[in-house]
């Protein structure tokens, strides 16, 4: 299974229709919002012909340029500006002084729920209003799921070592290549499986396509439809809604039969408590279980519990396995000289002994060298150009600094790459230093202790960016207005310690199992309207550590 529509052909598509009549319908507004763009710079814009066309096209591909020449200009100073964007027309882009004050703001002022589902034009791509709005299956992963790191670790562990094994192969004397990115993707997919439904089920490969196939699907389709212009939407929008039901029943055909057999189960159960049966621990039973709790029949449907395993899938693999790829590539990009590789060996050597051979919740929370590693990247690597988009929803509007007014009906963003890459916010920003956010006790290396020895005054040594007022190192879950990876405030990633624990299990498994191959300069990611991400046609040379199988 795979989506026959790829992001390129969706541009082509769009393309002419949008550079006529993105043109037109924004030169003949006189509201609100068309005053507010008249009145406040629009990076990028010129004195040319059909201007707004051209510049929402430009930005397909060009979003990072605009974005950082908008934050020098005009962020630095704490004003406003607007990003075009084929999806949704413009942003404003909330300087960083500003994100605290703003993002605090209640939904009923500022949006976050809605916008999101927007995001994916869950209406027509997500389809069931039933699932999209009650999120019910997002508790699963902050409260079950979350709770439950500890008796997950074992088969999580278990899945990524037959992953590893399965796709990157076991030769310890010949190098081989492996694609970076779609490789981790199918790890990734049977270890949160592993989680979401089990063993040996998480193993289904038909099932395991599907579910890529599914967010491939919503992903292509979510971007086409915010690129036609706005009177087309809502035909367009259903007729992918109308084939949405296709795409879903191919899509849980796989799982069906375990999802009806479990519900069965759990259905006599709750009928009769003396029946004979031990639930499974995992998301799926999870699943059952909220649904339950609802009291509405209509939740406890087979495809809506399906539907929503789907959507845990969508959230999790790709983000999960683009974090893992970047990770490598920023890691294997660096001088090897340097020794940080050698040092988180060292590390995750050291605690898994100390564990006793076995990986647990608290073990895997005292490597301190391999989540500084994934922060670092995540924010060197930032997935987007623009992130947390927020929709003004009061009525009255909100105003900002300098009383400017965002009237009702504007979308908000915050420029995350450019924040994370602010000289103000961390030091040699555009340097990866894999143990920025450690605390000097923490490096036990002695490659890596030597440099923090030498630290002082000596600028070439990596800098340490840690909590300002407590001197504490950060770990990646932590969140701050200046690392916005996981989000911000009261709407932040409610599976981010679900993807981090399995992120740093991953990394661990790898620097102790395989050798890779130092790149000599760091890929380049591919950026596209206001994501970016690792290339598809990079690979990893690698090999299996002598004495590890």
Known sequence: ?????????????????????????????????????????????????????????????????????????YSSRNNIFGAPSIDRGAFVVIPPQQLKSIYDLPESVVDAHWTQSENIQAKYTIGDPEVFSQSFHVNVIRNQITRSLDYLTAGITEEITLGFEKHWGVDDKEWRRVAAWPSCLQ??????????????????????????????WVFSNAFLIHAVPWIFKPVLGNLIWLYGRRVRSKCLKPMLP?????????????????????????????????????????????????????????VSMHTTSFTLANALQDLFSEVPSIGSVEDLREECARVLKEAGGVWTKDAVSKLHLVDSTIRESM?????????????????????????????????????????????????????????????????????????????????TMPPLDLDKTSAKAKSTVTLDDKFLSFGFGRNACPGRFFALHEIKLMMAHILLNYDIQYFKKRPEQFKIMWVQLPHEKTHFTIKRRLGTI
């Open 187 to 216: 790890i990734v997919a049977e270890a949160v499986n592993r989680v979401f439904i089990g063993a040996p089920h998480c193993r289904n490969k038909e099932f395991l396509e599907a579910t890529k196939w599914h967010a491939e």
């Open 258 to 314: 375990l999802i009806k057999e479990r519900l069965s189960r759990f259905l006599q159960q709750a009928n009769d408590p003396s029946a004979d049966w031990d639930p499974p621990q995992d998301g799926l039973q999870w699943l059952i279980e909220e649904a339950w709790k609802t009291g509405n029949a209509k939740y406890i449907d087979p495809s809506r519990i399906g539907h929503r395993l789907l959507i845990l899938n969508f």
């Open 1 to 73: 299974m795979h989506s026959s529509l790829t992001i390129p052909h969706l541009t082509v598509l769009v393309a002419g229709t949008t550079i006529a009549l993105f043109h037109i319908y924004f030169s003949n507004r006189d509201n609100a919002q068309a005053r507010f763009w008249k009145a406040h710079p629009m990076s990028d814009a010129r004195s040319e012909w059909f201007w707004w066309a051209r510049v929402v096209m430009r930005s397909v591909f060009g979003s990072k340029s605009m974005v950082d020449d908008g934050y020098n200009t």
């Open 379 to 459: 924010r060197i690597s930032s997935f987007s150009i623009l992130a947390l988009p927020r929709r003004v929803v009061a009525e009255e509007g909100i105003t900002i600094d300098d009383d400017v007014h965002i009237p009702k009906g504007i979308y908000l963003a915050t420029p995350m790459d450019a924040i994370h890459l602010d000289a103000k916010f961390y030091s040699d920003p555009t340097k990866f230093h894999p143990f920025r956010f450690c605390h000097s006790s923490h490096v036990q290396g002695t490659r890596t202790q030597e440099l923090y020895k030498n630290r002082d005054g000596d600028a």
